[in-house]
């Protein structure tokens, strides 16, 4: 007989209205929109007692004397029970719990928020908390596996997850209800139920029916449903017992079916048709209480014994009563005389299960069907047997297997349980800088271009285009008619795509705004069953991704280009001028994990693919939440937990992490949504989003910008900050790189600015390090060193007393200047301008060395900006400083090729394997003596540096933009000679050398290259050997050398162009040279004394310069 429905009482305000049973099924506990708890003796109870838990009560759970509330301020509460005592706080969210269940123990409560997330908190230990991520929508319900492993969620995002507590992880998800934005918009509350005690079945309201989920396997196993419901399930509960399967519909439909035979048992309307918004049976399992959205609460008595006592008297007529083993005992004994159950033992039969059997329930029960539904399903055969026992002594499976394993235990092996890693769902395609497709206002596109809005509600279906400059182009409004859900907008156009449909299909549209015809519009039908998946925009071209695993490309005419098969289904893609950046799913990933692969192409004119299919690197347990380029077009993502990485493309193409936004944000459910990224300035621009992973389109969110840090180890330290200083400089300047090899125009100023900014970062760590007594590390930090640095190392070194450092960094010093004569080619020489030196001062064009030379010019020139004004005047003389390099200077073209000039390398070894340094010391040694003695023979010269107040000579003929052979010798003494200063004329007299009666005696390095043409320093140095040594007795041959050059280069240019050519001929005509000798050697004698002294003034002056060029190593800040 059917079961009583009790009148309805008013308990609450109009709202949602949740109940419950308290243990003992002795009170009834209600919560409703007036923020109160009500507790119930009975449904005649006319003064319940109440606990105001807040401005409204969305959700309750009562288990073990603990009251669990969820209320409006954002807190999930526990009160005693049934005193009512406030007993803590137990977690908060960023917006309200919608849900709050306890799991069988009452040790656990789990809450579902507007927030997206669902929180597993340990109720001895609110500190203890778990959080589930990975809805993108309010959480609609939550529930427990009995057995404490599994927690099953439902959300606005329209999925039914089944997640691993302890891992935290995703372990199944079903795309089950409908999209909304809220719960308060949702056409279902959809309160999903476990079975009880064993938590076999897991019960989904859908639409008008139930679907049930095995545990384990999660497969739809069955579906129970009702002809008389058309309204949408609201609310499902499980009777203590398991066996029946209680439904609340939006229409006030309750139906009561029994699980085993999938048959309504019972239906009921509510009185006044009003929406069941909650369930709860009483521990009996005799009655079920149940609320409307008007406040009120009814009772359904009588709902166990009435079922249960029709099913029983249905199994007396087919079978005499008897008790438990003789029912076993009789079914084994007549088991093979039944010409029905003769091969129920297969296991085809067992297998099938309650998806087999369905049409065996239907049949007017005897008592061969029911014996047979027994052997068939563990569940209903224990079913089944509490039948006879009654619901008092019903037991569940597990607890009673020791009865059921005669049969069972056959049967075991036939059914192998995979106990390994589960796979995880792939993550769907996505547009990066758009939001979720299900809300009604959304972005479609936010980047550096500008910002796609679109609209879906009963008003309008349109889709907005902003443009952050508006240069580029005006605000357009465009009319969805096509229901387009993917967007990407460039300086070129906007391009949009809608999914294909049965009658319709899958169409890409492009708004070609820069067009310069009237025709800025062409749209594209994909093949019969073809869908877009993701798109983006480069220049001059569009992409398009598709559910047949195809890539197309498009010229952003509408001109159909390239397609090719990507190897997997397409996650999402980027373009940036003419770089195309794809990540698709490369395998079935586990345990939470998502294996992505990632292409990189290039569609230039010679179309290359720079990556091809490498695994993308991201967090454990994460998975793509954005993908880009940075403004100067190097590929970066974001996932999601947060972590920027961004391609190494000097570490071969690697992937590096440069920043954490989850370390800035303040509370656990805060998210950044990025929006664009910049290298120079180092700029990460994102949207801050309190309690969401994405920002509304109203109002306006505002764009915050994060500074980057890369992960290294004890950045607290000095250290530690100056190494991620320098790496990350390295890191985020290695585009200019890539672009100037890409035929771009890069900004030498900003590239010069980085070299200076990170050498002198080196030079800060190799001061720390010598501080510290790590002269290893020291060494390791020259080797990152330009070659101009090593030498202010050097110096450093040398004053620190570390002269077996110095010695070390001077081998590095030589060997980097040997690298870059080995790197040099051969180019042609402005020779008609310029004299090439004795130690070979060409040129080399490697780009990185050009960089050098302006490095050293700005860390050591204090008086560089003085003079840059009187370079600048004329492009074709600069002066040639071996530490400086004016910065953007225009490299000259060499017209003579430097073979045939000619030039004495110092380091070339001589036949005999000797040095060729005419004191016979190796020249490391040499080098360190001279530092010495120059910095000892500044004293000497102080007085004649103050008297050099002359006007600066013209500097020469422009040298070569990186002045490769810059050795040491030259580093330390040449530049003085470079910007000596004299008060003759430029263009001396034939009085101002002595007479040279005597040819000089030819170099040692002259000497093992006489088979080489000889320079025009090379023959005037010949000529005036004699008087250079006479006028500097005590000099070895380097200082003569440094004397040599200090003086040719005072000569007119018409002269140096004389002895150029003149080594180009070989000498000449003998009468013209000794006519010019002696003109030159009349009156040298007057001016000895004051070039000598102007020498000792110059060499004072340059390592005035070189106390300022290291001077900042010892500077803390």
Not at 80 to 95: A, Q, S, V, Y
Not at 183 to 196: M, Y
Not at 247 to 274: I, M, P, Y
Not at 974 to 1001: C, G, H, L, W, Y
Request: net charge negative; hydrophobic share 30%; glycine share 8%.
């Amino acid at each position: 007989m059917p079961c009583e429905r009790k009148p309805m009482r008013y308990g609450h305000s109009e709202g949602h209205t949740e109940v419950c049973f308290d243990d003992t099924g002795k009170f009834i506990v209600t919560c409703g929109n007036d923020g109160d708890v009500r507790i119930w003796e009975g449904l005649d109870d006319d003064d319940p007692k109440f606990i105001t838990v807040g401005e409204k009560a969305y959700s309750l759970a009562l288990k073990k004397g603990k009251l669990v509330t969820a209320s409006s301020n954002n807190t999930v509460q526990i009160h005693t029970f049934p005193d009512g005592e406030p007993d803590g706080i137990l977690t908060r969210f960023t917006t309200n719990a919608t849900h709050v269940a306890f799991n069988g123990s009452g040790s656990r409560v789990a809450a579902g928020s507007s927030d997206f997330m669902v929180k597993v908190v340990e109720v001895a230990d609110s500190s203890q908390q778990k959080t589930l991520r990975g809805h993108a929508a309010p959480v609609l319900s939550v529930s427990f596996d009995p057995r404490d492993e599994f927690l099953a969620s439902a959300s606005c995002d329209g999925a039914v997850v089944v997640w691993n507590i302890e891992d935290q992880t995703q372990t199944v998800s079903w795309p089950l209800l409908q999209k909304t934005n809220d719960v308060s918009n949702a056409k279902s509350l959809c309160r999903l139920a476990f079975r009880p005690v064993a938590g076999k079945l897991l019960a989904v309201p859908v639409e008008t029916k139930v679907h049930l989920y095995e545990r384990g396997s999660w497969d739809h196993v069955a579906t129970l449903s009702d002809d008389l419901l058309t309204q949408q399930i609201n609310v499902v509960a499980w009777s203590p017992c398991g066996r029946f399967l209680a439904a609340g519909s939006v229409g006030g439909s309750l139906t009561v079916w029994d699980a085993n035979s999938k048959l309504c048992v019972e239906r009921q309307k509510h009185e006044k048709g009003f929406t069941v918004c909650s369930l709860a049976w009483h521990p009996s399992g005799s009655q079920i209480a149940y609320t409307d959205t008007e406040g009120c609460l009814g009772l359904l008595d009588g709902v166990g014994t009435s079922s249960t006592n029709s099913s029983t008297t249905k199994a007396s007529e087919s079978k005499p009563a008897k008790d438990y083993d003789d029912l076993f005992d009789e079914d084994d004994d007549g088991r093979l005389m039944d010409e029905g159950l003769s091969d129920t033992n297969s296991p085809a039969k067992k297998r099938g299960g309650d998806e087999d059997e369905d049409d065996d329930f239907l049949v007017p029960s005897t008592g061969r069907v029911r014996n047979r539904g027994a052997i068939l399903d563990d569940e209903n055969s224990m079913d089944t047997i509490s039948l006879k026992l009654g619901p008092d002594k019903f037991r569940d499976d597990d607890d009673a297997g020791s009865t059921v394993a005669p049969e069972a235990a056959p049967l075991a092996p036939l059914h192998p349980v995979y106990e390994g890693p589960m796979p995880s769902a792939p993550q769907k395609a996505f547009q990066p800088g758009s939001t979720p497709a299900h809300l009604t206002h959304r972005f479609m596109m936010w980047n550096s271009v500008g910002i796609v809005r679109g609209y879906n509600d009963e008003q309008d279906n349109a889709v907005d285009v902003e443009f952050h400059d508006t240069a580029v182009h005006h605000a357009m409004h465009l009319t969805n008619s096509l229901g387009h859900t993917m967007a990407d907008l460039s300086q070129e156009a906007v391009l949009l795509a809608c999914p294909g449909t049965d009658e319709l299909a899958s169409k890409l549209q492009c708004l070609h705004f820069s067009s310069w015809d009237t025709n800025k519009e062409w749209m594209v039908d994909l093949p019969k069953g073809e869908d877009v998946k993701a798109l983006c925009l480069g220049q001059g071209w569009a992409a398009v991704a598709t559910s047949a695993l195809m890539l197309r490309l498009f010229s952003i005419g509408g001109v159909q280009r390239q397609l090719f098969s990507l190897p997997g289904p397409v996650v999402c893609m980027s373009g940036h001028g003419e770089q195309l950046l794809v990540v698709y799913h490369r395998a079935t990933a586990f345990d939470g994990e998502q294996a992505l692969g990632v292409q990189l192409l290039q569609l230039s004119h010679r179309k290359k693919q720079l990556i091809s299919g490498e695994p993308l690197p991201l967090s454990p347990r994460s998975y793509l939440s954005w993908l880009g380029f940075t403004a100067e077009g190097t590929p970066c993502y974001v996932d999601s937990d947060g972590v920027v990485r961004m391609l190494n493309r000097s570490l071969g193409n690697t992937w590096t992490p440069v920043c954490n936004t989850r370390e800035t944000c303040k509370s656990k459910s805060d998210h950044y949504w990025v929006v664009g990224v910049h290298e120079n300035p180092q700029q990460l621009r994102c949207i801050p989003c309190k309690g969401s992973g994405y920002p509304p389109t109203l109002p306006r969110p505002a764009v915050a910008i994060l500074p980057f840090k890369l992960p290294l180890c004890q950045t607290a330290t000095e250290k530690g900050q100056m190494e991620e200083h320098y790496w990350r400089s390295v890191l985020f300047h290695n585009h200019y790189g890539f672009l100037s090899s890409s035929g771009y125009e890069i900004n030498e100023d900003a590239q010069n600015e980085s070299q200076k900014e990170q050498q002198e970062l080196l030079m800060k760590m190799f001061a720390l390090s010598c501080k510290l007594d790590r002269e290893f590390r020291c060494v390791e930090l020259a080797d990152l060193m330009t070659q101009n640095v090593v030498t202010l190392a050097i110096r450093y070194a040398s004053r620190s007393r570390r002269m077996a450092l110095a010695q070390r960094l001077s081998e590095i010093a030589l060997e980097k200047a040997n690298q870059i004569q080995e790197d040099e080619p051969e180019e042609p020489d402005y020779s008609s301008v310029r004299r090439t030196s004795g130690f070979g001062e060409g040129r080399y064009s490697t780009k990185h060395h050009q960089q050098e030379e302006e490095e050293g010019k700005e860390l050591g020139e204090d008086e560089a900006a003085g003079e840059k004004d009187a370079e600048e005047e004329t492009e074709t003389k600069k002066r040639v400083n071996p530490f400086a390099k004016e910065a953007g200077s225009p490299v000259m073209p060499l017209l003579t090729p430097i073979g045939k000039v000619g030039r004495a390398n110092p380091f070339k070894v001589c036949g005999s394997g000797k040095p060729t340094s005419s004191s016979g010391q190796p020249r490391v040694t040499n080098i360190l003596d001279n530092m010495t003695s120059s910095r000892k023979s500044t004293p000497l010269s102080r007085s004649a540096g103050n008297l050099s107040k002359n006007p600066v000579l013209k500097p020469l003929a422009p040298r070569s933009k990186t002045k490769s052979q810059s050795t040491l010798l030259q580093m330390t003494g040449a530049a003085a000679a470079a910007r000596k200063t004299t008060q003759e004329d430029p263009e001396p007299s034939a009085d101002q050398q002595k007479p040279a009666d005597v040819p000089p005696p030819a170099s040692p390095a002259e000497n093992t290259e006489n088979k080489r043409p000889k320079t025009g320093f090379q023959l005037w140095l010949e000529e005036n050997r004699k008087n250079i040594i006479a006028d500097n007795p005590d000099v070895d041959e380097t200082d003569v050398i440094k004397e040599a050059m200090g003086r040719f280069r005072t000569l007119s240019a018409e002269e140096r162009l004389s002895w150029t050519e003149r080594a180009k001929g070989q000498g000449g005509d003998p009468a013209e040279l000794t006519k010019k000798k002696r003109k030159r050697a009349e009156g040298g004698g007057e001016k000895e004394a004051a070039e000598g002294g102007d020498a000792d003034a110059k060499k004072k002056k340059s390592l005035d310069h070189s106390s300022k060029l290291s001077a900042f190593a010892f500077n803390k800040n």
